[in-house]
């Protein structure tokens, strides 16, 4: 049979319709780019139509963030005095914007604060949720410092239409139990929920800020940024301003102090994942404009799905997630089916070896397992053929059932008592906290505020009773 190239250009064709070309542009059709947004998390198409993983140093490229290098990391070190964390080590939290500064400012003695979150779709959390608030608690140990994590509730009514308002802040109230059960110091971390903030009484200058931000934000940088069409819904193109409000320390006067000229320039570092980047990015344009300082990013990578690392878990697909609610048995199950990157007989593994790279089971133990020793143990036996699938699989079943295993004895600790006073605005226990003049102040804000809301209840009421009568 000829081949593409022995088939001659057929008479009278112009040379862009020739054979050779229309076997490039078939070969072109099939290639697509990866996606990664805060919607949608898929890796590329290749030439040849196969799904390939997602290729995070395009992001950093995409992006324009900077990669953690190694010069960082002994930064990192000699400044908090811990070793990195294992996800640091290993380039699972891999990009930043504006780490360095963050640095500086803290061996200046120059107070700063952790934000992170939660956009609540489902009744638990799988493990791909748990690895950036683990790695959250981690910075929070290391500096000292106080951590904001933002449930947005009202991002997944907006963006999800089979989706009640009920529920999505149901999802919330069960997601903060079990990011509270990852072990975030309760002295000094503050968790809520969209919705409930926004209109309560302690909302207002969390509000004031989201106002701000939302002149300054013009529907062509969001389309740009995300996306977006008219198509969607005109609270999508709203919600950005309300992520970046709990980017700046003056959203938060009952933790920070209410005086604008030092409270404006507390700056946050944002511990996520890389899809969550793009929120930042116009809410980093925006900041200046408003003379509020911007938000550093730290970036983790994704936890793959199940089924390979062209994807992410998902909580809307249980087949793809080990949940943190899974038994013991069901996690086996779902490991003994992940995508695995052995050879398909004994012999052919003996003589070939794994791949790691594309080995499902062996990307969870990167993540979970502690010892870097043994995890180049576990790489070196599966790579030259010494260690099965099965095997492979079987040590990465052991990792995550005592991993999950541990997170249902904390999660039994934490009551519904204890998830309201993590959610009740309050002053945070920090270095650099607010004066007692400032608090004192501050704690009057809050006092007015709850007695005008007060006040619209009982009138409320007594028309209600008006109508009765």
Known sequence: MATVSEVPDEPG?????????????SQESKIKEQIITPFDVSGGVDEHGKVVAIDYNKLIDKFGSQRIDTALLERFEKVTGRPPHRLLRRGMVFSHRDLNIILDKYEKGIPFYLYTGRGPSSDSMHVGHSVPFEFTKYLQDAFNVPLIIMLTDDEKFFHSPKLSQKECYQFALRNALDIIAIGFDIKKTFIFAD????????????????????????????????????????????FPATQSATSFATSFPFIFGSNPKTVSKIPCL??????????????????????????????????????????????????????????????????????????DTKEEQERIGGRTAVDVPFQYLTFFLESDEELEDIR?????????????????????????AAFR??????????????????QLVFRGMPVQKERKAAREE?????????????????????EDR
């Not at 509000?207 to 940024?225: A, D, L, P």
């Not at 036996?381 to 991993?403: N, P």
């Not at 809050?446 to 008006?466: G, I």
Request: net charge neutral; charged share 30%.
């Open 195 to 238: 919705t409930e903030f926004i209109d309560g009484g302690q909302g207002a200058a969390f509000n004031h800020n989201i106002r701000e931000m939302g002149k300054k934000t013009t529907t062509n940088q969001i389309k740009g940024t995300f996306g977006f069409t008219e198509s969607n819904n005109i609270l999508e193109f709203a």
């Open 380 to 404: 070196e036996r599966y790579e030259s053929g010494k260690m099965q699938s099965g095997d492979m699989k079987a040590i990465a079943t052991r990792e995550l059932q005592a991993y999950v």
């Open 270 to 343: 944002i511990p996520c994942a890389i899809d969550q980047d793009p929120y930042f990015r116009q809410c980093r344009d925006n900041a200046p404009k408003l003379n509020l300082v911007k938000p550093a990013l730290i970036h983790t990578v994704f936890l793959p799905s199940l089924r390979g690392s062209e994807s992410k878990m998902s909580a809307s697909d249980t087949d793809s997630s080990i949940f943190l609610s899974d038994t013991d048995n069901q996690i086996k199950k779902k490991i003994g089916k992940a995508f695995s990157g052995g050879q």
């Open 13 to 25: 064709q112009p040379p862009a319709l020739s054979a050779i070309s229309l076997a490039e542009t």
């Open 446 to 466: 809050w006092k007015k505020s709850l007695l005008k809301a007060l006040a619209r209840v009982e009138k409320e009421a007594d028309e209600d009773e008006k």
């Open 409 to 426: 004895e904390r999660r039994k600790a934490v009551t519904e008592e204890v998830r309201e006073e993590f959610m009740t605005p309050r």
